[in-house]
């Protein structure tokens, strides 16, 4: 496109604009045992206060029935808390894990859900990740992927809701059902897949039109699985006659930054074992490369893998900046929390990123900058003007008492 002037260059108000990165907080949660798990659930809570306050657009919360450690089983209820406490931050389960439960009380509680906080609530839908929840709820782990398929199908017909829905599996039966309610949000509310590695989420995603949740993005399987991961779900898409939307894809990757390096080393070692001692026993692609012979070991496992960052804005500037690179683009970067450092310098470490890190990624820092820039080539002349008015102001006032003297 060329300028009306004939010079060949773009005018501003027709240059292309790019929708600015978003930002939120995936929260598993991460409890070490050993701590009050009343005040646990509260920190949680305060967390999205936090969050909602600094800016961040999203946050997720886990549900998880074994290990001690995850200790949220139901993040609908995390969610019409924290609802009564935010202002503007979306609120997602992170996921609803859909083998444990019947398809249409999930659905109920969801478009409740939707209407109670009239449509920040976001669905998130997996099909479970801790073996040791699928053995205590009777449910084989090698069905899973399986039974998610199946649940999903019939969520998303009792929310469509284009007619009564039966459906008869070997583990759950619909017969002619409907929701009470249509949901808040037009057509339907956010509803987001998990992914880790393998393509059954990106499938999902394809197959209904849905929003993807890359959960092991960092680790180096889920890194080099990320190149294909969109092309998957658009490919299941193009199957299905859906059509998908990167802005609705949200990668998720652990942070601590500090304003040194040598800082956020220093404040992970408060709790960085612990959560090696968990994925320790959770196993997964998520976790860790090798059990750390100490600390200094984990936290450079960590870092030299690319898991996570550990240092300054400017590394989680660059981590970011690799994940983009690596997908091709996405709408969201999710950070996972973690508990690695202590309360005071987790909060720190969220507002340093909502001070450097967002504003980055949402071009909001090269205006100001430009501007002061400007501001300060015309020192001189500015400096100049003012010792001038300065000068007038003393003559003006030496003339005036001269004429009064007359």
């Not at 909602?52 to 995850?70: A, R, T």
């Not at 839908?125 to 019939?154: H, I, T």
């Not at 008869?168 to 590695?197: C, G, K, M």
């Not at 400096?383 to 005036?400: G, N, P, V, Y």
Request: net charge negative; aromatic share 8%.
């Amino acid at each position: 496109m060329a300028d009306a002037a004939g010079d060949g260059s773009v005018p501003a108000r027709a240059r292309t604009i790019v929708e600015p990165l978003r930002f939120g907080l995936f929260h598993p949660p991460y409890h070490p045992v050993g701590q009050s798990p009343t005040l646990a659930l509260e920190r949680d809570l305060q967390l999205a206060e936090h969050a909602d306050m600094l800016g961040f657009d999203e946050m997720w919360f886990g549900e998880h029935h074994s290990g001690g450690y995850e200790i949220s089983g139901c993040p609908e209820l995390m969610i019409a808390a924290a609802a009564q406490r935010t202002k503007g931050i979306r609120l997602g389960t992170g996921v609803n894990t859909l083998p444990y439960q019947h398809p249409l009380l999930i659905a109920e509680r969801w478009v409740q859900l939707d209407h109670l906080t009239r449509g920040r609530a976001m669905f998130g839908a997996g099909p479970g990740a801790l073996v040791s929840d699928a053995k205590q709820l009777g449910v084989d782990p090698l069905e899973q992927r399986r039974m998610m398929e199946e649940s999903l199908d019939a969520i998303m017909a009792l929310i469509d809701d284009v007619e009564p829905v039966t459906r008869e599996t070997d583990w759950f039966q619909l017969h002619e059902a409907r929701l009470n309610l249509r949901p808040y949000s037009f057509p339907r509310p956010d509803i987001r897949v998990s992914s880790v590695v393998s393509p059954s989420g990106p499938r999902a995603a394809g197959q209904w039109g849905l929003g993807l949740l890359s959960m092991g993005a960092t680790s180096p399987r889920g890194f080099e699985a990320l190149a294909n991961s969109w092309k998957t779900a658009t490919d299941r898409a193009a199957e299905c006659g859906q059509q998908l939307d990167r802005r609705r894809w949200s990668v998720v990757g652990p942070m601590h930054v500090a304003s040194t390096r040598e800082q956020a080393r220093e404040d992970v070692r408060f709790g960085v074992l612990d959560w090696y001692a968990y994925f320790t026993v959770a196993g997964g692609p998520t976790a860790p490369v090798s059990p750390p012979r100490d600390v200094e070991d984990g936290i450079d496992q960590i870092i030299e893998s690319g898991l996570g960052v550990i240092g300054t804005p400017d590394d989680a500037i660059a981590q970011i900046q690799r994940l983009l690179d690596q997908s091709g683009g996405f709408g969201t970067y999710l950070l996972m929390t973690h508990s690695w450092a202590d309360w005071s310098a987790t909060l720190r470490s969220h507002e340093l990123i909502a001070r450097h890190v967002i504003p980055h990624f949402q071009g909001q820092l090269d205006r100001p900058r430009e501007r002061f820039e400007r501001f300060a080539s015309q020192k001189a002349d500015m400096h100049e003007h003012i010792a001038a008015a300065r000068d007038k102001a003393r003559s003006d006032h030496l003339a005036e008492r001269e004429r009064r003297r007359e």
